[in-house]
């Protein structure tokens, strides 16, 4: 009775292969996404031992968005040998999805790396007893965040078949327009410096 049962089995997973392909891609990913932890965070701590903290907010911002691309990956590949076995519709949308996964990954680790960098930056200038502008620091901040997410939108939407060279256009008009809105502002923010160059040096 055994034996009938594992010719079964064997004959099942013979004529269904891609169960055993999707096995083996989900278990490379999860042994890719267990020696990546490993690795980055033997490399973390070794960079908490540095005088620098700007790779300490490098490592740190790229841990959480590395496992999701990883996994959106693996997960996608996963999904591509699915649809080879079992044809679908749905799963035409499985490489623009993947795609965007990824751009969305990047983007978030570029908006954590920011985000801890200019933590880290306050903090270092505070202990060292260093005047701080902490107003144009958070202004710079944020044009870099807002820059990283519209690039993003931007991509994204290319990558998913929407033409956004008419965005484009409207976004160049919107941003002249919002330029001189803002100018007076922006003008405050940098008034607080001797110079434009001392501006220039809160982030050295």
Same mark, same amino acid.
């Given at each position: 009775?055994?034996?009938? !049962?594992?010719?079964?089995?064997?004959?099942?997973?013979?004529?269904? $292969?891609?169960?055993?392909?999707?096995?083996?891609? =989900?278990?490379?990913?999860?042994?890719?996404?267990?020696?990546?932890?490993?690795?980055?965070?033997?490399?973390?701590?070794? /960079?908490?031992?540095?005088?620098?903290?700007?790779?300490?907010?490098?490592?740190?911002? !790229?841990? *959480?968005?590395?496992?999701?691309?990883?996994? +959106?990956?693996?997960? $996608?590949?996963?999904?591509?040998? @699915?649809?080879?076995?079992?044809?679908?519709?749905? /799963?035409?949308?499985?490489?623009? &999805?993947?795609? @965007?996964?990824?751009?969305?990954?990047?983007?978030? /680790?570029?908006?954590?790396?920011? *985000?801890?960098?200019?933590? $880290?930056? &306050?903090?270092?200038?505070?202990?060292?007893?260093?005047? !701080?502008?902490? *107003?144009?620091?958070?202004?710079?901040?944020?044009?870099?965040?807002?820059? =990283?997410?519209?690039?993003?939108?931007?991509?994204?939407?290319?990558?998913?078949?929407?033409? +956004?060279?008419? =965005?484009?256009?409207?976004?160049?008009?919107?941003?002249?327009? =919002?330029?001189?809105?803002?100018?007076?502002?922006?003008?405050?923010?940098?008034?607080?410096?001797?110079?434009?160059?001392?501006?220039?040096?809160?982030?050295?």
């Amino acid at each position: 009775m055994n034996n009938a !049962i594992i010719s079964k089995i064997a004959v099942y997973l013979h004529q269904e $292969s891609w169960l055993i392909q999707v096995f083996i891609v =989900v278990f490379i990913t999860l042994l890719i996404d267990f020696i990546q932890k490993r690795v980055v965070d033997r490399v973390y701590r070794q /960079f908490q031992e540095t005088n620098s903290y700007w790779d300490d907010a490098l490592v740190d911002a !790229i841990r *959480t968005p590395l496992r999701v691309v990883i996994w +959106v990956i693996g997960i $996608s590949y996963a999904i591509s040998i @699915v649809q080879a076995g079992k044809a679908a519709t749905i /799963f035409a949308a499985v490489g623009p &999805l993947r795609d @965007v996964g990824v751009i969305g990954g990047i983007a978030w /680790f570029l908006m954590r790396f920011i *985000t801890r960098c200019e933590a $880290s930056y &306050l903090k270092h200038k505070s202990g060292a007893g260093e005047e !701080i502008d902490q *107003t144009t620091a958070h202004a710079i901040t944020q044009l870099l965040r807002l820059s =990283v997410i519209i690039t993003a939108v931007l991509v994204g939407l290319q990558t998913l078949g929407y033409k +956004v060279s008419g =965005v484009l256009a409207f976004g160049g008009i919107g941003g002249i327009a =919002v330029g001189f809105a803002a100018k007076d502002l922006l003008a405050n923010i940098f008034g607080g410096h001797d110079s434009p160059r001392s501006a220039v040096q809160c982030w050295r």
